[in-house]
């Protein structure tokens, strides 16, 4: 069993540069989303979709963009890297509302010099 | 806003000790509680959830029961285990059923020495 699946899984950027982390899951979930955990802040929800082509903002936007064309991906776009999104990036996804169990990928570890 | 207050950490534990981890929350409504793991090097998974006053959730010889009067979800083991070595999360689901966004404590590292 797949289940979420995030590539790849450590990344060294420099500022500017752009890229694309992936995330893939095989259990037909209709909801997706991105968090970004940073040491001492939790986890924060930066995007996240309740179906293909339906994505919405959470708390930490700003710098990211997503886009959701089939029900099994759910890339997260940096357009142009900075320092302050140096962090661990998790990808969930679940049946139905936050009140329901989410599953968790291993994670994407960003570095932006 | 909603927001999840947890105990800071770290915290070390002999083996066999008696766990507690104090969680305690702010929210509009009526939220569904969590707790979440995330082992070394590996995503977070769910450990217990509640989702209404006075519920226990429990697994994994882990309990928390969801305490409206003192908005305190508070994370317990009789028994530590070195496997239980991990980062905990509390976190509430906001805004009632509907949500899609859980919010989530910093996190208490949990260290369980032989």
């Known amino acids: 069993n797949a289940g979420v699946t995030q590539t790849p899984k450590f990344q060294v950027l420099k500022t500017g540069q752009s890229m694309t982390l992936q995330c893939a899951q095989d259990m037909n979930h209709e909801y997706m989303s991105w968090y970004r955990q940073d040491p001492g802040m939790g986890l924060r929800l930066i995007h996240y979709s309740v179906g293909a082509g339906i994505t919405d903002q959470g708390e930490v936007p700003n710098g990211y963009n997503v886009s959701r064309s089939t029900t099994e991906d759910f890339p997260l776009r940096l357009l142009s890297a900075a320092p302050s999104q140096t962090s661990v990036y998790f990808c969930?996804?679940?049946?139905?509302?936050?009140?329901?169990?989410?599953?968790f990928g291993s994670g994407t570890q960003l570095s932006v010099l | 806003g909603d927001s999840v207050t947890q105990m800071e950490g770290p915290v070390t534990l002999s083996e066999e000790a008696f766990l507690t981890i104090n969680c305690t929350y702010t929210?509009?409504?009526?939220?569904?509680l969590f707790w979440y793991v995330q082992y070394p090097g590996e995503g977070l998974q769910l450990l217990l959830k509640a989702t209404k006053a006075d519920d226990k959730g429990s697994n994994k010889g882990f309990e928390a029961t969801y305490r409206k009067e003192t908005t305190s979800f508070h994370l317990e083991k009789g028994s530590v285990q070195v496997s239980d070595s991990a980062v905990y999360f509390c976190?509430?689901?906001?805004?009632?059923?509907?949500?899609?966004?859980?919010?989530f404590g910093k996190g208490t590292k949990l260290s369980v020495i032989p």
């Open positions: 929210a509009t409504g009526y939220p569904s």
């Open positions: 969930a996804s679940s049946y139905g509302p936050a009140k329901e169990k989410l599953f």
């Open positions: 976190a509430l689901n906001t805004l009632g059923a509907g949500s899609y966004q859980l919010t």
